[in-house]
């Protein structure tokens, strides 16, 4: 599940919906020792920044096709991610899970 450049991954959640089955967590690179939060679907890794802070996603959601994830960026900011666009909710935070209706 791990994309090639990957020492570490850690996963926090799962779903299954409609057959696909959604993970969340976060990969540390080989390349730069950075930790990104990602979910994987069915095995495919989606990473929700571009590598340049520590970061986790915690929960997902999938709702009408769009996939929710929560977690925190940037060192401890609460933050969620709808269809990979990053919205941030506290300057200092972390979510543990999210469920959209």
């Not at 926090?12 to 959604?22: A, E, F, T």
């Not at 976060?26 to 069915?42: A, F, I, Q, T």
């Not at 802070?53 to 940037?74: L, P």
């Not at 933050?79 to 941030?88: E, H, P």
């Amino acid at each position: 599940m791990t994309s090639s450049d990957t020492c570490i991954a850690s996963t926090n959640s799962i779903i299954v919906q409609n057959g696909d089955v959604y993970i969340t967590g976060m990969e540390r690179s080989n390349l730069d020792g950075l930790y990104r939060p990602v979910y994987w679907k069915n095995g495919v890794t989606h990473f929700l920044n571009e590598g340049t802070e520590y970061a986790n996603a915690t929960g997902i959601s999938v709702v009408d096709g769009k996939v929710y994830v929560s977690g925190m960026t940037d060192y401890y900011r609460a933050a969620y991610w709808v269809d990979g666009k990053k919205q941030l909710i506290a300057d200092f935070g972390h979510t543990s899970g999210i469920y959209v209706r």
